[in-house]
């Protein structure tokens, strides 16, 4: 399976033909399909392999102006599809016609797939270096190699299709000390390799860190939040940015674009090229860009898609992405990048003198408010520069705006899903623990 298989099929030209011939003035095609292997390791032992295959076609049509889409699973009848869409379309409103038009690229194919060997092997090797430090601890894991193409085809000659290859893994290990239970996870998403020893290491240290259990404090104290956790920060700031919001007056960064937002030692952008989540173009067939949307602190863009863009009158920044396959195109980010700061992560520990370390969440975050009130899952209590211990029970509240006017940044990014985000240290959140 690869893009060539879908560049070569027909269906798509079949489902245009014949939306135009039944009475729609535009049609547009989206097409995805994909391939996943799998590989389950329960309680330190290889479970079972998996392959599962999906595809999705959606046809969105406009006939009088007005937009009809309607979504197939698997095998496709074009004209109960379009006639589907047509019914569809006759209730809604008109709405402004926004394709690409006349844009053919040829996109190479993005990662490469390993066998199922190696995943075993890899499953294997990261156990093994976790349980022969600590036999007690229970460890479960998958791995996966996942290939998926893509393409986007409409009536204005739009054209476009690219294969993309994904591994990933996530490994929890489990720690029962008599009544006390510990469970620490992390993984790994790359496009060509994946690296069971560092992942094994970073577990392996968390493990050290609780050793034991230490009160935690109940004030307000630095917070380090480690690059798997900072992912809750960013989560705000990627809804403050989006052109969505800003048309709907509900970023708190509409009308800021050119004026400090956040700490000046703060960068944020997005790249086509880079990591896992690198994209050549966006789902309304947009080539995507390299774009800052924060630079040394200061707004610099939001980001949209043809239609948010067109209402705010700064245009597409490639940003149209569907929520699902029966989504219209909206505002969305394919990556999120934080620029890293020079202290390691043991060098961001030693400048706390009392403070916490946040590895792992329970909840989400503060949505566009910033605001929020998150239970920590897993953390840990430093005290003159070392981790003494780990917390439990306990609770970290704040405003993630407030937050990000004051933070300290590590060496160590790395991507939680598609932001890639170091460590960093932020001032004045309040901690209350149980002790």
């Known amino acids: 399976m690869g893009s060539e298989n879908l560049s070569q099929d027909t269906l798509a030209e079949n489902l245009l033909e014949l939306a135009i011939k039944s009475g729609a003035e535009a049609a547009e095609v989206y097409q995805s399909r994909s391939l996943s292997r799998p590989v389950f390791f329960e309680a330190n032992r290889l479970k079972q392999l998996e392959t599962s295959q999906s595809e999705g076609t959606a046809l969105r049509l406009w006939r009088n102006g007005r937009p009809g889409l309607t979504v197939a699973y698997g095998s496709v009848k074009p004209k109960v599809m379009v006639e589907r869409a047509i019914a569809l379309s006759q209730l809604n ?30 499953g294997k090797e990261a ?34 299709y690219y294969n993309d290859t994904t591994l990933s893994c ?12 510990l469970s620490v996870a992390d993984g790994q998403t790359q496009r060509d390799i994946l690296e069971p020893e560092k992942l094994a290491q970073q577990i392996l240290q968390r493990l050290i860190w609780a050793k034991h259990n230490v009160p935690s404090p109940n004030r307000r104290v630095p917070v380090l939040f480690t690059s798997k956790a900072a992912d809750m920060l960013w989560g705000t700031a990627q809804a403050a940015l989006n052109g969505k919001r800003v048309l709907e007056s509900a970023s708190p960064w509409g009308e800021r674009l050119g ?17 896992p989540y690198s994209c050549p173009f966006d789902d309304e067939g947009t080539p995507t860009t390299p774009l800052v949307f924060v630079e040394n602190g200061i707004l610099q863009h939001y980001y949209c898609d043809r239609t948010t863009g067109s209402q705010l ?48 969440i329970l909840g989400g975050g503060g ?69």
């Not at 700490?263 to 086509?272: E, F, R, V």
């Not at 609770?395 to 006017?405: F, Q």
């Not at 160590?412 to 960093?424: E, F, I, K, M, R």
């Open 93 to 122: 409103q008109p709405e402004v016609l926004e394709l690409v038009s006349n844009f053919q690229p040829d996109y190479p194919d993005l990662g490469s797939s390993v066998p199922i060997e190696v995943l075993v092997s890899w």
């Open 127 to 160: 156990i093994a270096m976790i349980r022969d430090a600590y036999p007690d601890v229970v460890c479960n894991s998958d791995w996966e190699c996942d290939i998926e193409s893509t393409r986007l085809v409409n009536s204005q000659g739009l054209d476009c």
């Open 259 to 275: 004026t400090p937002v956040i700490a000046s030692n703060l960068t944020l952008y997005q790249d086509p090229l880079a990591g």
């Open 170 to 181: 996530y490994m929890s290990a489990e720690w029962v000390r008599g009544d006390d239970f």
């Open 367 to 435: 949505g566009i408010s910033g605001d929020f009130s998150v239970n920590i899952e897993l953390g840990y209590r430093v005290r003159k520069g070392e981790v003494i211990g780990r917390i439990k029970d306990t609770m970290v509240a704040g405003n993630i705006y407030t937050a990000l006017k004051q933070v300290e940044l590590g060496d160590d990014a790395d991507w939680n899903g598609s932001c890639y985000t170091p460590s960093l240290i932020v001032e004045g959140l309040s901690t209350t623990g149980r002790n």
């Open 313 to 360: 009158e700064t245009g597409t920044t490639g940003n149209g992405f569907r929520p699902s396959l029966g989504s219209y195109p909206t505002p969305g980010l394919f990556n999120f990048l934080i620029q890293p700061g020079k202290a390691s992560l043991q060098e961001l520990i030693q400048k706390m003198d009392d403070g916490l370390i946040v590895d792992q």
